[in-house]
C-alpha cells in the first residue's frame, strides 16, 4: 500500500539557514509520481514539484532543490537561504500509476523561519 | 476561471443537518478529487472522479457521504447527518489525466470549512 513519512513534526531556523524536509515513501508500484506540496497561513496548498519515478534527477528552481533516491526510497526537499515567507506546512504526496491515482499526503512538516 | 472554486467557504451547522460542498474545477481538468483536512494533519483522501465516473472511494469513507460529478464538470459533496466529527477543511483538487498512468499534478481550491455544533 501507498505511504508517505514526513518524519519531523516541526523545524525552526533562522533566515538564511539552509534546511532540509524529508519524506519517506512506500510503493508497491514500479511506476509512480512524488510531490511536494507548500500550504501557507492562508490554507491553500500550493504545488511546488512534481517527480515520476524514472527519473532521478535532481532538481533545483531558486532556492528550492529537490534529492530523489529510490534506493532509500526518499524525496527530500532542501531550501537553500531560508526566508520568511518561506514559513508554511510543506507535505509530500505520493500517486502510484497503476493502483487507484489516489494521491496520499504525508502529515506534513511545519517549518518557520525566525528573522 | 483560473483556479479551483469552493463553496461555501465556511459552514457552521447543528448535529444531525445535512450539508453540500461544492467544487468547480479547472475547466479543462478531467480529474477530481475530494479530500478532508483536520488541524495539523495532511490531506485525507475521499473520493476522485474522472469526468462523471467515480473512480475510487477511501474505504474509512462513511455511507453518510456522498459524491457526484453529473455532467463531467463541478462537483458535489453532500455529508448527511453530520456528527461533530465531520468538522474539518474539505479540499477539492483537479487536475489533467492524459492518460497511460500518467498522473497530472493536484490544483487545489481554498477549501470549505465545516464547523458542527
Known sequence: ?115 | DTGVSQNPRHKITKRGQNVTFRCDPISEHNRLYWYRQTLGQGPEFLTYFQNEAQLEKSRLLSDRFSAERPKGSFSTLEIQRTEQGDSAMYLCASSLYPGQGVTGELFFGEGSRLTVL
Open chain 1, 1 to 115: 500500500a501507498q505511504k508517505v513519512t514526513q518524519a519531523q513534526t516541526e523545524i525552526s531556523v533562522v533566515e538564511k539557514e539552509d534546511v532540509t524536509l524529508d519524506c519517506v515513501y512506500e510503493t508497491r508500484d514500479t511506476t509512480y509520481y512524488l510531490f511536494w506540496y507548500k500550504q501557507p497561513p492562508s490554507g491553500e496548498l500550493v504545488f511546488l514539484i512534481r517527480r515520476n519515478s524514472f527519473d532521478e534527477q535532481n532538481e533545483i528552481s531558486g532556492r528550492y532543490s529537490w534529492n530523489f533516491q529510490k534506493s532509500t526510497s526518499s524525496f527530500n526537499f532542501t531550501i537553500t537561504a531560508s526566508q520568511v515567507v518561506d514559513s508554511a506546512v510543506y507535505f509530500c504526496a505520493l500517486s502510484e500509476a497503476n493502483y487507484g491515482q489516489n494521491f496520499v499526503f504525508g502529515p506534513g512538516t511545519r517549518l518557520s523561519v525566525l528573522p
